[in-house]
């Protein structure tokens, strides 16, 4: 059985492909709508919450002193990510020092607008200290940069490399190539399913997944193993989680292995010219 080749080359990320196939999936490091999302709900919650005497104004004040205090470090921020990600001085470093940069060099701005809505919105505090604004200003700067950073530092991790070969993938007749997409446990046999189609091997899908150690991907359930190339998601069906692969087709999985399942972040592979 062989998939649709179009179809195959828009959805799949694996190490066959090449740098442009792999942005078609990949979503990006500061996806905008995730972003607005974030600051979206940021601001709900300040709203709601009040802290820093903001209790004190009406609602709609309240939530427009929020939007005007975080929106536009916000934007600063994710603008500043943007230019590390073209200064070649991060090349060789860790990628997760480019958002920190980021936000070190968008602290000051951010106290300086924070100061300028406070006066506008709050003039009779005014008077307050420089080390309450700060205080304050640091407490939101720490919220916001927590969450872009548990949205983003998943994205940073550097591709995973997929060994050249190993016992299962020596295994595969050769018009399968290595681009794993999952294993399925069928009676005395694995059904293997990879980027150019699928077939069965003789063998347990526990000595499988063995051989398959050092290979990323995860035993989703008692009959089902997927790539972490291949892993593209969960949804629930009828109550029931499944995991979603990247040629289209969802598995089931167990309740045992839920919990790693939802930790579970897609892997982009090293692009190589292997199959």
């Known amino acids: 059985m062989r998939y649709n080749a179009l179809y195959v080359k828009c959805r799949l990320l694996f190490v066959s ?3 442009r196939h792999a942005m078609l999936r990949e979503r990006p490091t500061l996806h ?3 972003q607005a999302a974030g600051y979206v709900l940021t601001v709900a919650v300040l709203t709601v919450l009040g802290p820093f005497s903001t209790s004190l104004l009406p609602p709609a004040t309240r939530a427009a002193y929020w939007a005007l205090s975080i929106g536009p470090g916000w934007v600063l921020i994710l603008g500043l990510i943007l230019i590390t990600r073209r200064l070649k001085v991060f090349e060789d470093r860790p990628p997760v020092l480019r ?3 980021a936000f070190a060099l968008a602290f000051v701005p951010i106290v300086f607008i924070a100061m300028q809505v406070d006066a506008l919105f709050q003039p009779e505090a005014g008077n307050a200290p420089i080390w309450a604004m700060l205080l304050n200003v ?3 700067f720490a919220v916001v940069t927590g969450i872009m950073m548990a949205r983003i530092r998943p994205r940073l991790a550097p591709p995973a490399p997929v060994p050249a070969r190993n016992a299962f993938l020596d295994r595969l007749p050769p018009h399968l190539g290595t681009a794993l997409i999952s294993l399925t446990a069928q009676d005395h046999y694995v059904e293997v399913t990879t980027a150019k189609g699928r077939d069965l091997i003789h063998m347990r899908l526990s000595d499988a997944i063995e051989e398959l150690a050092d290979y990323p991907g995860l035993q989703i359930h008692r009959s089902h193993w997927i790539s972490g190339h291949a892993f593209t998601g969960t949804s629930r069906e009828n109550g029931n989680l499944v995991a979603h692969l990247a040629d289209g087709r969802t ?4 309740r045992s292995n839920a919990p790693k399942v939802r ?3 897609p892997v ?3 692009p190589t010219a292997q199959g």
């Open 17 to 19: 492909d090449t740098n």
């Open 32 to 34: 905008l709508p995730e």
């Open 99 to 101: 958002p920190l940069t």
């Open 138 to 140: 640091g407490t939101i």
């Open 251 to 254: 598995l089931p999985v167990s």
């Open 263 to 265: 930790r579970m972040q």
């Open 268 to 270: 982009r592979p090293v």
